[in-house]
């Protein structure tokens, strides 16, 4: 008996899911139709409708696979098997972001992309949001470690320095994750850290 495609054993859900992911991903949300994806899962149109009410539910929970996939699984284990203490994992972020950039296959930010090309008001706009929220929370969580003061405005401007470096490698910048890598290290070691007080002079007594 001949193997059923691994795609047509899978439950419409997943295989809708799987090719949104695929699609969305490269080409982003907008530029892809309802068409398009049940043609790439080879579902039927009720299998979506069935399991999603419209297709900003169906991109929506692509981005909830786009954290398990690359934020969790490959960015967050990334920066951990390259680096042990929480600075030097901070700047780990950027090498694996080399190595990203210079990928033919790469594909930008979905996160970001999701949010520019959705409306501030819509439940997209805010998902992507949400889920660039998390990113910044690792951020911050490294930060803490590290005990850098202000860990949330520290985690602000090191994400500030990733995202831009995700837009300058959109632009064609295959060294934007190098250069954004030094402009990083000089942040960190300028950042005060919790516990180490500077020192006041005290005025002299001359009495």
């Given at each position: 008996?001949?193997?059923?495609?691994?795609?047509?054993?899978?439950?419409?859900?997943?295989?809708?899911?799987?090719?949104?992911?695929?699609?969305?991903?490269?080409?982003?949300v907008?530029?892809?139709?309802?068409?398009?994806?049940?043609?790439q899962?080879?579902?039927?149109?009720?299998?979506?409708?069935?399991?999603?009410?419209?297709?900003?539910?169906?991109a929506?929970?692509?981005?909830?696979?786009?954290?398990?996939?690359?934020?969790?699984?490959?960015?967050?284990?990334e920066?951990?098997?390259?680096?042990?203490?929480?600075?030097?994992?901070?700047?780990?972020?950027?090498?694996?972001?080399?190595?990203?950039?210079?990928?033919?296959?790469?594909?930008?930010?979905?996160f970001?992309?999701?949010?520019?090309?959705?409306?501030?008001?819509?439940?997209?706009?805010?998902?992507?949001?949400?889920?660039?929220?998390?990113?910044?929370?690792?951020?911050?969580?490294?930060?803490?470690?590290?005990?850098?003061?202000?860990?949330?405005?520290?985690?602000?401007?090191?994400?500030?320095?990733?995202?831009?470096?995700?837009?300058?490698?959109?632009?064609?910048?295959?060294n934007?994750?190098?250069?954004?890598?030094r402009?990083?290290?000089?942040?960190?070691?300028?950042?005060?850290?919790a516990?180490k007080?500077?020192?006041?002079?005290?005025?002299?007594?001359?009495?």
């Amino acid at each position: 008996m001949a193997r059923l495609d691994n795609r047509i054993a899978t439950r419409p859900r997943e295989r809708l899911v799987d090719a949104a992911y695929e699609l969305f991903s490269i080409n982003g949300v907008n530029q892809i139709g309802i068409d398009t994806i049940l043609s790439q899962s080879r579902c039927a149109k009720a299998s979506l409708y069935g399991n999603f009410d419209s297709k900003v539910d169906l991109a929506i929970a692509f981005l909830d696979r786009r954290e398990e996939v690359w934020t969790r699984g490959w960015l967050e284990t990334e920066i951990k098997q390259r680096a042990t203490s929480p600075e030097a994992r901070l700047l780990a972020i950027f090498d694996v972001f080399d190595g990203w950039f210079r990928k033919k296959s790469f594909e930008g930010c979905s996160f970001i992309n999701v949010l520019l090309e959705s409306n501030a008001k819509s439940p997209l706009h805010r998902t992507a949001a949400i889920h660039l929220a998390k990113i910044r929370a690792i951020i911050r969580d490294l930060a803490e470690e590290a005990k850098l003061r202000e860990p949330e405005k520290f985690a602000q401007a090191w994400h500030m320095l990733m995202k831009g470096s995700i837009v300058s490698a959109c632009e064609g910048n295959k060294n934007a994750a190098r250069e954004a890598k030094r402009a990083a290290q000089l942040v960190l070691e300028g950042w005060g850290r919790a516990g180490k007080l500077r020192l006041r002079r005290q005025p002299l007594n001359l009495r």
